[in-house]
């Protein structure tokens, strides 16, 4: 039986016909990432898309080639972002504690203290901070520092007996326009 040959295109070709750089050089007239997959949160950053354009040119990668390191570029970052976050959660974790510790070593508020010391503090913290500055407060762990909780503590107290003194932020006594341009026809 005769093998049947089959037409020239539909051929496969032969090993040694392959490119032997794999197609990852020869550059295109321009590059087009498009089917590389960034994260919902992620863009690209123009001015170091051009570097890694010029970059690839230079070594004249195919758009294969480009994609390949792009992709793991695109993994690289994403990994160090995740580190990065995770890293500063321990780290602000860590801080948070160290706070929380101060705060009940205190010997002014901490201690057997700390409970009714707590309590009239966050009378304050209640009144004065609003939602965003208690969120603030809350993400840093600041809302633990000593130095907070006594600020509060002694606005709590100074609430409690009525005694709030104005602050350095009271609104300025106004002056009449004649005293302050005529002072000395007083």
Known sequence: MEEEQQPISAQQPNEAELPKDGGYFGRPEAYDYKDIELGADMEYDENLLKDFNELAAKYDLSQKGAN????????????????????????????????????????????????????????AYEKFADDEVQTLLSR?????????????????????????????????????????LFPSMQ
Do not use: C, W
């Not at 390191?69 to 959660?89: E, G, I």
């Not at 350095?168 to 006594?173: E, I, K, Y």
């Open 68 to 123: 390949e390191l792009m992709t793991m570029a695109v993994r690289l970052t994403k990994q160090t972002r995740d580190n990065f976050a995770k890293a500063l959660s321990t780290t602000t974790q860590s801080q948070i504690e160290s706070y929380k510790e101060m705060l009940r070593n205190d010997k002014e508020i901490g201690g057997k203290n700390l409970d009714s010391s707590l309590k009239v503090a966050n009378i």
């Open 140 to 180: 840093s762990g600041l809302n633990y520092h000593p130095k907070i909780v006594k600020m509060f503590l002694e606005i709590g107290r100074q609430m409690d007996s009525d005694k709030i003194r104005p602050s350095a932020f009271a609104q300025p006594v106004r002056e009449a326009r004649e005293d302050i």
